[in-house]
């Protein structure tokens, strides 16, 4: 059984922290969210380790905007519901589509420097894009261009305080809604943040994967303390694999950006041949879930562990000017994208599910938010369209900050004192260290969990998960320790809503219900702590 708290406290003999907006995380849900609470509220954000290490940091394509004059939010709002294979919430992609140009818009006014062409923004297309829409900066360094301009709007903000290299261990809720958080120093001290609206920014869950795009820190905190606060979570089966990330001995699965693709890159399996053909009339610009399954098709057939990118046949200054990034960590491992085929395979890169969240970014326990990857907003269904990510942090958390300023005051807490959380102590007949535990977890969710599903392996995950619940049982003092309890939670709500959901559907694919089933399963999976999964009948 998944506890409510993760460690033995007592509010009334910690000391106490009061803000107004509490923000867990950063990348550009956090920081953006924080910005704009800053203009009317006091905000205290805390990061793992800085505002600048987080998700975002690392994108590289580009953001998703109608910018240009041939294209239109109904093209944008198309393109969005057909990548999200039926469960995209219509509300929501019509919000993303027609504020998130006016957010592109704050986000230049904040300090953003996007790449232009001959003085106008420059945009680029991206799979199942229908018009050129991708904003991006200094090439393929997207993610970075943001984080730091906004990281320099909070860091000089009289308003905004931060606290990096803390974790946010737990939520404390009272009375339905939520009234702050547990947060435990560098030092191993704990403080309780009392807060008038709790903000979660926390980013995704790729540690879960062996193999992943994503940096250290993205280990499911959000959602596993949202799921223990008795948050509602939805759609935790669609994980999206990128379909090209480096596959070089040596090298770490680097991110390469689909918009490699999207500026004439082919795929190629390694006899050289191209295979996109077999698999989808958009070829290498198909849905994400479409090219990472043809991908490994290919990568079994031809008895590889890789197939090849090849934009050897575009100019060399083309690609040194719009990929830099890529172009220059390829050097590092001695392959030139001018000349070279890069080898490349599938990586765990993206969590569509995650706290379920109204219009307003709020989640089933009031004052408690959820913003960016962490959050379902229904903006991406079972299939997030590529940048669009981006725009949906900075539309919702705009409109986060407007809900926030109509709360009411935070009542006085009822009581100072919570229950104390009796953790049994006892030595388990496994000792094994954390490391080799989460290791192993992220090998059986590769094999079991990962891009092709069934319901045999599914349940074996499930099996070795329930066994594992044990690590509960013990105190867990270390970061380390909570970041693999945070793992091991969210491990378990992704394989449960795989082994419920029994059709083939966006991200999600089983090898045993290989058909997408409108009928039965056009309906989203909640979960909720110490409550079986119920389906959500689309509105």
């Not at 606290?163 to 261990?169: A, C, G, N, Q």
Request: with cysteine; charged share 25%.
């Amino acid at each position: 059984m998944i506890p409510q708290y993760l460690v033995h406290f007592d509010l009334s003999a910690l000391p106490m922290v009061e803000t107004d907006v509490l923000v867990i995380g950063s990348g550009i849900a956090g920081l953006f969210t924080a910005i704009k609470a800053s203009e009317q509220r006091s905000v205290l954000m805390i990061t793992k380790k800085s505002l600048l290490e987080s998700n975002t940091r690392y994108a590289q394509g580009g953001i998703a905007a109608v910018i240009a004059e041939d294209d239109s939010p109904a093209y944008h709002l198309q393109d969005t519901l057909v990548a999200g294979a039926g469960l995209c919430r219509s509300e929501a992609v019509e919000a993303l589509v027609n504020e998130g140009p006016d957010g592109v818009k704050e986000l230049i006014r904040l300090g953003t420097l996007f790449d232009l062409e001959n003085g106008e923004l420059a945009l680029t297309q991206e799979g199942a894009h229908s018009h050129r829409r991708i904003l991006h900066a200094n090439g393929d360094a997207t993610g970075y261009e943001i984080v730091r301009a906004l990281a320099v709007q909070a860091n000089e903000h009289p308003g905004i305080e931060v606290w990096d290299e803390h974790f946010v261990i737990d939520l404390i809720t009272e009375q339905g809604e939520c009234v702050g958080a547990l947060v435990q120093k560098a030092d191993g001290s704990k403080v309780f943040v009392k807060a008038q609206a709790t903000v979660l920014c926390s980013g995704g869950a790729g540690q879960l994967y062996r193999y992943t795009t994503n940096p250290e820190v993205a280990t499911a905190d959000g959602v596993a303390m949202a799921y223990r606060a008795g948050a509602v979570i939805r759609d935790m089966e669609f994980i999206q694999f990128h379909p090209t990330s480096l596959c070089y001995p040596g090298a770490p699965r680097f991110l390469v950006s689909e918009a490699v693709r999207g500026e004439g890159a082919f795929l190629r399996n390694v006899k050289g041949e191209r295979f996109m053909d077999r698999y989808h009339a958009q070829l290498e610009l198909a849905p994400r879930d479409v090219v990472a399954r043809a991908i490994v098709s290919e990568m079994e057939s031809t008895n590889s562990t890789f197939v090849y990118l090849d934009i050897t046949h575009e100019k060399a200054e083309m690609i040194k000017h719009r990929f830099p990034t890529i172009y220059e960590t390829c050097m590092r491992y001695g392959l030139d994208m001018t000349t070279d085929w890069i080898p490349v395979a599938p990586a765990a890169h993206y969590m569509m599910g995650g706290v379920k969240t109204d219009l307003s970014g709020e989640s089933s326990i009031g004052r408690l938010f959820a913003c960016g990857e962490v959050s379902s907003t229904g903006v991406h269904g079972a299939n997030r369209l590529a940048s669009n990510s981006l725009s949906e942090a900075i539309v919702f958390g705009r409109r986060i900050v407007d809900r926030i300023l109509s709360l009411p005051p935070l009542a006085p807490l009822k009581t100072e004192r919570l229950t104390p959380v009796i953790m049994d102590k006892r030595m388990k007949e496994d000792e094994r260290p954390v490391s080799e535990r989460r290791l192993r977890l992220q090998k059986m969710m590769v094999r079991q969990v990962g891009l092709r599903r069934n319901g045999a392996n599914l349940q074996e995950a499930m099996d070795k998960l329930q066994h594992e619940l044990h690590f509960f049982d013990q105190m867990l003092t270390h970061k380390e320790e909570m970041e693999y309890a945070n793992l091991l939670t969210c491990a378990w709500l992704v394989t449960s809503g795989a082994l419920h959901r029994k059709e083939s559907r966006g991200a999600h694919y089983r090898e045993d219900f290989p058909q997408r089933n409108d009928a039965e399963w056009q309906k989203h999976s909640l979960q909720q702590r110490e409550q079986a999964i119920v389906e959500e009948l689309m509105s």
